[in-house]
């Protein structure tokens, strides 16, 4: 970077707002995972709208690449830069304003840098929720779960970060800004512009703020800890409780039994919910939010207990307090720590149909460990939407980098072959990132590709918003 820029983005943003040490970037040059590794040129820091709309045209007037960055949580390398050093890191983590201007109306606006969990406390203060939550809400921002179209485990009553964004402001790749935070119900003036920003993963702008949907606080809620013989089970339990209680039940997460072990051996204190082991076992969780409603403890052990007289259920604990409810869900979102400590995996976040998730499971696992012997392929996750996350454990003793090299892309593109004919997508809530480009170009129809590009040569022409992310070239 020439001095000139350089003093202009220091007069601009000031020391809160600007370094180029090293030592200080060094964090966030490195992906989740610890897979991706990148270089900068500076990491700038604005604090507002206006400041990053200055600091958009300035490296749209000097051809300065743009890579945005939230909390650094996404798990494709989609905020990370390439190693070429002329990039510079633009976070949004100071952008940190929640307003609760409209919380009668059920909305809340927040700035891109708000961290899930730092939302989710203040909207607790109001009584209020937000219902989105993930593993990773201490570092999220909403910024990043925009830009991912992230999930998590509430998806299958409330939908993903797209059906809970009412509107966003978004500045683009010449510094011009399109607002949509009126949050209007109706506006039919074309296309929608704002659902572009979606799942982009930064490649067409930037998010500065969005008004973010609520729902009531939670009177209480009951989780059940559930084993099941198969995945197969676990389907026909999900539609026998959804056929019940599809307006309570917010989660129906699934969980073999080798990697409920492990987890909860990774975690001290923890013990197994379920004293005799069942080779899966189902999350569930049910939720009041109306004083009118069944208590969910009550609804729980009703629904259990005509579901193991049907046959679908071999054990089940429903939580007795808020405590054990949370010991359940800890030792869900403690999964990928849990594994990334086992060694070395390749992680696949894939969906197909939700009917056709217990063939491919079964399938997929079984093609995957006899065409890879010493594999050991897992599914664990969000049954209820059709998306699991198809881990691919090494064989014991291998050296990671060296399996990554040697045999990784082949039996990562092995899964995706096999997600594609189950009509599936090979993602499903973590994006595309510098992780699944190939994979990407490989196995989309080439409409798809071609709209996608038209889209991103129309709206950054000079090609600097996150170039290198989800399509192969910058255009």
Not at 81 to 88: F, Q, T, Y
Not at 142 to 152: K, M, P, R
Not at 158 to 181: K, N
Not at 272 to 291: I, M
Request: glycine share 10%.
């Amino acid at each position: 970077m020439h001095e000139k820029l350089r003093s202009s983005f220091f007069s601009l943003l000031g020391n809160k707002g600007f370094t180029d040490d090293a030592e200080m970037m060094a964090p966030w040059l490195t992906d989740w995972r610890g897979r991706y590794h990148g270089k900068a040129a500076a990491m700038l820091s604005p604090s507002s709208t206006e400041e990053v709309q200055a600091v958009v045209r300035l490296c749209s007037e000097h051809g300065v690449v743009i890579v945005p960055q939230g909390g650094n949580s996404g798990m494709v390398a989609g905020a990370t830069p390439d190693e070429s050093g002329n990039a510079v890191l633009l976070s949004l983590r100071r952008m940190d304003a929640i307003a609760m201007d409209r919380i009668e109306e059920g909305l809340v606006l927040c700035e891109a840098g708000v961290i899930l969990q730092n939302l989710h406390d203040a909207l607790a203060e109001e009584g209020r929720r937000f219902p989105l939550t993930l593993g990773g809400k201490g570092s999220a921002t909403v910024g990043g779960l925009i830009s991912t179209n992230a999930g998590g485990t509430q998806v299958l009553r409330h939908g993903t970060m797209r059906a809970l964004v009412a509107g966003l402001e978004a500045v683009l790749p010449d510094g011009s800004v399109i607002d949509g935070t009126a949050a209007l119900k109706k506006d039919n003036r074309g296309f929608d512009l704002q659902q572009l920003f979606m799942g982009s993963e930064g490649t067409l702008g930037i998010v500065t703020r969005a008004v973010l949907k609520t729902a009531p606080a939670l009177i209480d809620r009951c989780a059940a800890w559930i084993g099941v013989s198969s995945p197969h089970s676990a389907y026909r339990l999900l539609r026998f409780l959804e056929e019940r209680s599809a307006d309570r039940l917010e989660g129906f997460e699934l969980i073999p039994h080798e990697t409920a072990e492990a987890t909860i051996a990774h975690l001290p204190g923890t013990r197994a919910p379920l004293t005799n082991p069942s080779a899966w076992y189902v999350l569930a969780e049910w939720v009041q939010d109306r004083a009118d409603q069944e208590p969910p403890r009550i609804l729980a052990e009703r629904l259990l207990t005509e579901g193991a007289e049907q046959g679908l259920i071999e054990d089940a604990v429903p939580s007795a307090n808020e405590a054990q409810a949370e010991t359940f869900w800890r030792i869900r979102d403690s999964i990928s720590e849990a594994e990334r400590a086992l060694g070395p995996a390749l992680q696949h976040d894939i969906s197909v149909p939700v009917a056709a998730m217990p063939d491919f499971i079964e399938h997929a696992s079984a093609r995957i460990e006899k065409d890879y012997p010493g594999t050991k392929a897992i599914a664990f996750g969000h049954l209820g939407d059709g998306n699991v996350h198809f881990h691919v454990r090494a064989p014991d003793g291998i050296e990671a980098e060296k399996w990554y090299r040697d045999d990784g892309e082949t039996i990562s593109g092995s899964v995706y072959q096999m997600v594609v004919e189950a009509g599936g997508s090979i993602s499903a809530e973590h994006g595309i990132g510098r992780a699944k480009r190939q994979e990407l170009a490989r196995l989309t129809p080439p409409a798809r590709l071609n709209m996608l590009a038209a889209v991103k040569r129309a709206l950054d022409p000079k090609g600097i918003m996150n170039p290198g992310k989800i399509l192969l070239t910058a255009d």
